[in-house]
């Protein structure tokens, strides 16, 4: 009987060390949806979303087309009629996950796909990711930018890792919004593809269901030794 308890109480440590990885796919599978906003997208309009729709928006009709999806690639422009240093174009998503999953870590690939006019043209690339309460309130748990974009980003792109602070909150649904800014005065553009979107986390075993298996395995090796 002492090994049975003593079995069962090593047993009972494991759920916690054998929380999983979990990657969820959050990259684009069709066209989304895209038009004209001088306000680009808020925190505010990423809750209105259903979830997993990717949505782009630019600030100016001289800047149509500048933000589209595919399956598995946003692509994210910026050209020289964007305003400086605020606006731009933007790419918003909303997405959950299962209540015991918590997120960790966002990442992506991002590329410089092509640039056009001055070679002088600087602009920048930004991803905020948001956890959303049940109210649609948002509190910003990860943040990215990339300054200078044209000279710190090649065709052969980089990887990002975004660690996200999630403190001990938990939150009824996530968001993140893409942004493509002008910070220089020179006239141009430049093209990125964002591909390899994933959200990575804890699927942490919830205790009544380790208590319940636990409970059974005594009750089956009880009936064992009695045997």
Known sequence: MKKTLYLIGCLALLPAAEAST???????????????????ITPADVWGYDLMSWHG??????????????AGAVSLQVGGAASQN????FAGLKFSLAPAAAPSALSFDIAKSSTWGSAQFEC?????????AADGSS???GTWSLADAVDNLSSDGIHVSIDL??????YDSYGLIF???KSGSQSGGMAASI???????????????????LIGLAAMLMRRRRG
Do not use: H, R
Not at 86 to 89: D, I, R, V
Not at 165 to 170: I, L, P, R, T
């Open 179 to 181: 942004n493509a800014y």
């Open 57 to 70: 928006v630019w600030e100016k009709s001289a800047l149509a087309n500048q933000v589209a999806f595919s």
């Open 22 to 40: 979990v990657l969820m796919d959050l990259s684009p599978v069709d066209s989304g949806t895209t038009g004209l906003n001088a306000n680009g």
């Open 86 to 89: 605020t606006g731009g174009n």
């Open 139 to 141: 509190t910003v748990i």
């Open 124 to 132: 920048t690339y930004t991803c905020d990711i948001y956890g959303f």
């Open 165 to 170: 602070n999630m403190g001990d909150a938990s």
């Open 195 to 213: 591909t390899n979107l994933q959200i990575s986390g804890e699927m942490v075993p919830e205790p009544a269901t380790a208590s319940l298996g």
